[in-house]
């Protein structure tokens, strides 16, 4: 008999060069969120809504109610009730459109050092506005109304999307 062990480490610190680092672990989805600080929940919010958000374990797709704050991107199942996960906005590297499974739309993806979070919007300018609104919190000097980069989430190059479904 094949026995597997069972990973267990969920809190995780980075080691990020001030002023970037961030001093709170990153937290999934199985960890009790009571140990999370009051300011990160109470960040003003700059962004709110449903989005898809495939399992780290389990890789089904489930809606989820997300909000944006400077912070924090914390997800829950629906609007009003206890956050099942949060993505500080420290661990944040990129978000982008994601073309990893081409038969969804509106995909995009989060990625933090330890893992990568795919999301999945309703529409081309829902998912725009996502992804611009996390790469202003990630680069608060960047308009990215006035330059190209919101012209990289609209379509995946088909050779990123043959390589991907290759693999």
């Known amino acids: 008999m094949n026995l597997k062990r069972k990973k267990t480490t969920i809190l995780i ?11 709170r672990p990153s937290i999934d989805s199985d960890t009790d969120l009571s140990e999370v600080p009051s300011d990160v929940l109470s960040s003003p919010v700059v962004r709110e809504g449903y989005l898809i958000k495939q399992g780290q374990k389990i890789k089904n797709w489930k809606r989820r109610w997300f909000t944006l704050s400077s912070s924090a991107l914390t997800y829950r199942e629906e609007d009003g009730t206890a956050a099942k996960g949060i993505i500080y906005m420290a661990d944040v590297i990129l978000a982008r459109r994601s073309c990893k499974y081409p038969e969804k739309k509106f995909l995009f993806e989060v990625i933090t050092k330890k893992r990568t979070y795919y999301m999945m919007a309703s529409s081309q300018d829902e998912m725009t506005s996502w992804t611009d609104a996390l790469t202003n919190i990630l680069v608060p000097d960047m308009n990215t109304n ?13 050779s990123d999307a043959s390589s991907v479904s290759s693999s």
């Open 13 to 23: 610190m980075n080691n990020i060069p001030e002023p970037f680092a961030s001093t």
């Open 146 to 158: 006035n330059n190209n980069n919101s012209s990289n989430n609209n379509n995946c190059l088909s």
